[in-house]
């Protein structure tokens, strides 16, 4: 492998180049040359781009910024968005840090009030790791991973658009909630009870959930989306373990997504409907309460120390590689070990919670496995210390903040080892040695990702940046950083999270302020470069780094709308763009090492349908959900506010579900094509749709929300006892019928989807409207035993239960109505599809479509709100 | 693919199941050997969820990687839910 002169990417592992492109080190051959990705070799000229821009606005309108569903514009769009949450987290964090200046005694007030103080570090935490982080380094996966991947777009165009657009909704959200009698300030990890309504009542802190519920939301949809496309549409012999290092790091990153956020959109859901519903999972009596936060929290907030961390680490990889002028040192470990710390992640967040009343035992073994997810990452560190050893490093911007970042995780990451030892923790637990250690992992990714801002600028706007201007903000940015950090080590037991401080740790204190400052000054200078550049920089070429590898490189800086100029093939060792024949041109006579070749599997005209790029209904989408959660987040134990105020909100709700409503039917209706790459890699999804691999996907993410809620269910239970539960909280009226009369209708539901497609295959209209129609009445069976079961509850008036068994009764009731009320909402959105369905049914689709048949798809998705209840029906009717 | 008379086999089976589940409860099994009546309530749901998922979701007859990531979510989720269980006793 060593003496594979290529860099994986532009050239697979083990293909020997045979093109010529390469320039073999002295070191024994490993410089990385690789031919089409340098500025002086030729772009394909085989097709020329179509002009047109597909119904799409120019970038230069206003109005491509609304409608557009390219993967290029989105990615733009999240990394510009992300920036400005950058800079409205550090102004929160300036605030504190101007607080911080001199100690204020608890009760008094200092340049914040305690309670703006709380809001100022929670939301500064919040928006830092959610609203910033992540979708910075969803920007770069938006732009650079389908280039990398050789596809032309995401799998579902639309959909990403959406992620956006819920993400932005999201945002704006959270900053409404400062004028809703102040945001959340309970800290960012919103711990219980202190997140209840009884300590917390103010609607901005339910605004504040309901913004990071809508956040989660978009981060799923995206995971999905980009687990699809990763999955499907990767170039001709471009195989997982060649995948670009940055493309893997994400991948991994939207598996740990996948999985981890369905577990943070559970406890998100369970706490929106303790303080809209007024449910009691999290009140302070509650059996299990708090530490079932913590549970539901960590199980998500561990892999997303990652999720943030591995695009940063990946981006940096690359960056190495680029400007080490040589092949990662152990690129294939290098990729197991992050492999390993993606499964590891889910196994070690009990290290979190090693100061709560879990046993010792499960303390112990969490210990373990947290000194052993370090292992990989020393892997990881020594294999980029190694490339620098053995490369010829050049210290343009983008290498010092890599490198820079490398410094900073090592620090960070040793600190981190102390915490994971139980021992250490006891007194390290809540103090500022936490919050040096993971700014310094957190923060130290983020300048990876401003590393790789600086990387791929000139691809994204075709200029280069100021390189002095880059130089000066690394410095300043490392000194800033530094003095902010690294003072809090010093004076580690200052508790976190507080004001009143000891007079000893002033001057600390006031050198970290300093610190924040010249950190945050050093982005002025970015915004200035950056800002700057777009008219002044000097033309970039379509790649400005010489030793650059990946195949963005090899296309016009920006890219053109749809990347390449046929279907990106890695099938002879190197990158060459596949055609129709009789549809190449000859090369030109320099031919470059990229070129147009001739594929006799593909026909004549195979692409003359155009994908399409532009839909204005994802925005709108996302505007009826930022307006329906505006209104949600207003109720308060089930009641809205009283005035003219609860009318508002009432309005603004019931507008946002009509807007959203439509724009969903309008989008399903949208005439909308995302093509099939004829040709691609395919595994291990080879032989399933995309649409159906998609389904699947959003289903085992399901699964886990699901899991989580009946996981919260058994938790409680289990704390309180599990035989007497029955007994003690639930009345004799809550019987076992209604249950199974539900079970009797959704199965027989769960039938008729699957008649409807046997109808379909059989060309059967009439059968597929029955059948749907049959489906579509039991479904709304089933809620309406479902409501007057609940109602009956409700209203019954025992000595045990004077004011009936409601929402806020006991933790039985709670777990009860919300677990089998979120399954009702699956039902519920499983009948709107239904109806959906049988509309264009009666219009004589789905006829005979054996392969990709969209009742196919819904039947997938009802079959599995069946199953859930298959487990509802024993665990909340009989056991 | 199966056949409709499979799939309605099937049907008649989660059906059958069901009430199966019931009569344990209405016997008083859940009063007299608790654990034992939840052990037989539980089997015959995981029964009926892998009849309803490989049949009328057709994993059966699909590639094994649907499965496996089906799995993958739900050992995530069991593992949450026992480890989490454990670490209060």
Redesign the interface.
């Known amino acids: 492998m060593t003496t594979d002169p290529r860099e994986p990417t532009a050239t697979p592992d083990d293909q020997p180049a045979a093109d010529g492109g390469t320039a073999p080190a002295a070191d024994g051959g490993t410089e990385a040359r690789a031919a089409g990705a340098t500025a002086e070799v030729p772009l394909p000229v085989g097709r020329e781009e179509t002009g047109h821009e597909h119904a799409l606005p120019p970038q230069s309108a206003i109005r491509r910024w609304f409608v557009t569903t390219n993967h290029k514009d989105i990615g733009i769009l999240y990394i510009v968005t992300s920036l400005f949450f950058l800079v409205f987290g550090g102004t929160l964090a300036l605030l504190f840090r101007i607080q911080l200046w001199s100690p204020v005694q608890a009760g008094q007030t200092g340049f914040l009030s305690a309670f703006a103080y709380n809001q100022a570090v929670s939301i500064h935490g919040l928006v830092m790791v959610f609203w910033f982080l992540s979708p910075f380094a969803f920007g770069f996966a938006n732009y650079v991973v389908p280039l990398q991947l050789g596809a032309k777009d995401l799998a579902f165009p639309r959909l990403n658009a959406i992620s956006y657009w819920f993400y932005l909704a999201s945002g704006i959200l959270l900053g409404v909630s400062f004028f809703q009698g102040g945001s959340f300030a309970g800290g960012w990890t919103m711990y219980a009870p202190l997140n209840i309504p009884t300590f917390m009542p103010n609607i901005g802190g339910t605004t504040a959930v309901l913004a990071l519920a809508l956040f989660v939301i978009s981060v799923t949809v995206s995971s999905v989306n980009f687990l699809t496309t990763m999955h499907r549409m990767r170039a001709e012999g471009l195989t997982l373990r060649r995948l670009p290092l940055f493309s893997a790091s994400i991948l991994l990153t939207v598996w740990m997504m996948l999985f981890a956020f369905a577990s943070l959109l559970a406890a998100l859901f369970i706490l929106t409907a303790d303080r809209v519903l007024g449910t009691t999972y999290f009140a302070s009596g509650s059996p299990g309460g708090s530490i079932l936060w913590t549970h539901l929290f960590w199980f998500f907030g561990h892999p997303e120390v990652y999720i943030v961390f591995f695009p940063a680490l990946g981006a940096m990889a690359e960056i190495f590689q680029t400007f080490t002028g040589r092949r990662l040192v152990g690129r294939k470990w290098f990729m197991l070990a992050m492999l390993l710390v993606a499964l590891q992640s889910f196994v070690v967040w009990m290290h979190h919670m090693f100061l709560t009343t879990i046993n010792l035992q499960i303390k112990t073994l969490f210990m373990a496995t947290t000194i052993g997810i370090s292992l990989p990452f020393d892997l990881m560190v020594f294999a980029l210390i190694y490339t620098m050893i053995k490369g010829d490093n050049r210290f343009t911007t983008p290498f010092l903040f890599a490198f820079g970042a490398l410094l900073l995780f090592i620090i960070g990451g040793i600190t981190g080892v102390f915490l994971g030892a139980v021992v250490l923790d006891y007194e390290f637990r809540g103090t500022y040695w936490v919050v040096a250690h993971f700014h310094y992992v957190m923060v130290g990714g983020v300048t990876g990702l401003v590393g790789a801002l600086y990387y791929w600028y000139p691809k994204i706007t075709g200029r280069m940046y100021d390189e002095f201007l880059g130089k000066l903000h690394f410095a300043v940015y490392f000194v800033g950083f530094n003095l902010l950090y690294f003072p809090l080590f010093v004076i580690w037991e200052n508790p976190r999270r507080v004001f009143d401080y000891s007079p000893a740790f002033q001057p600390w204190q006031q050198l970290a302020t300093v610190g924040a400052f010249i950190l945050g000054l050093s982005f002025l200078i970015m915004f200035y470069n950056l800002g700057k550049s777009l008219w002044t920089g000097a033309e970039a070429g379509s790649s400005p780094w010489e030793y650059a590898t990946t195949a963005e490189w090899a296309v016009d800086s920006p890219p053109p709308l749809e990347n390449f100029p046929g279907i990106a093939s890695y099938k002879d060792g190197f990158l060459s763009f596949l055609a129709p024949a009789g549809e190449v041109q000859p090369m030109a006579a320099d031919g470059g090492a990229v070129g147009m070749k001739a594929d006799a599997r593909l026909e004549p005209g195979y692409d003359d349908v155009h994908a399409s790029h532009a839909s204005v209904w994802p925005f709108v989408v996302a505007m009826g959900v930022l307006f329906a959660f505006l209104g949600l987040g207003s109720i308060h134990s089930g009641k809205l506010p009283t005035g003219v105020g609860g009318a508002v909100y009432l309005g603004l709700g019931a507008l946002g579900v009509l807007i959203g409503g439509t724009g969903l039917v309008f989008m399903g209706l949208e005439p909308f094509h995302a093509p099939e790459v004829p040709i691609a890699e395919r595994w291990p999804f080879e032989g399933i749709t995309k649409m159906k691999t998609g389904v699947w996907i959003f289903l085992a993410s399901d699964i886990v929300l699901f899991g989580a809620f009946i996981g919260a269910y058994i938790f409680m239970r289990f704390d309180f006892g599990w035989t007497i539960w029955h007994h003690d909280l639930i009345p004799p009226q809550h019987v076992v019928l209604p249950g199974l009369i539900n079970t009797y209708l959704l199965l027989t539901s769960s039938f008729t989807v699957v008649l409807a497609l046997v109808a379909a295959e059989r060309r059967s209209r009439a059968g597929v409207v029955a059948s749907l129609v049959t489906t579509l009445f039991l479904g709304v069976g089933f809620l309406i035993n479902k409501a007057i079961e609940w109602h009956h509850l409700f209203d019954i008036r025992t000595t045990a239960y004077p004011a009936g068994w409601a929402f806020s009764t006991n933790a039985a009731s709670s777990t009860f109505y919300l677990t089998t009320g979120l399954h009702a909402i699956h039902v519920f959105v499983g009948l709107l599809i239904t109806s959906y369905l049988i509309f264009r049914a009666w219009g004589g689709k789905y006829l005979g479509e054996a392969d990709g048949n969209s009742i196919e798809y819904f039947g997938l998705y009802w079959h599995f709100v069946d199953i859930v209840w298959l487990f509802l029906f024993p665990l909340f009717y009989i056991l | 693919?199966p056949s409709?008379k499979l799939?309605?086999a099937i049907?008649v089976v989660?059906?059958a199941f069901?009430?199966l589940?019931?009569v344990?409860?209405?016997a008083g099994l859940?009063r007299t050997i608790?654990w034992t009546a939840?052990a037989i309530?539980?089997a015959?749901?995981i029964v009926?969820?892998v009849l309803?998922?490989g049949w009328?979701?057709?994993l059966k007859f699909?590639?094994r990687?649907?499965t496996?990531?089906?799995l993958?979510?739900?050992t995530?989720?069991?593992?949450?839910?026992f480890?989490?269980?454990?670490?209060?006793?």
């Open positions: 693919m409709t799939y309605a049907y989660l059906f069901a009430t589940q019931f344990v409860e209405q859940l608790y939840f309530i539980i015959l749901s009926k969820a309803v998922a009328y979701q057709h699909e590639p990687s649907l496996a990531l089906v993958i979510g739900l995530a989720v069991l593992a949450l839910t480890a989490a269980a454990y670490s209060i006793t």
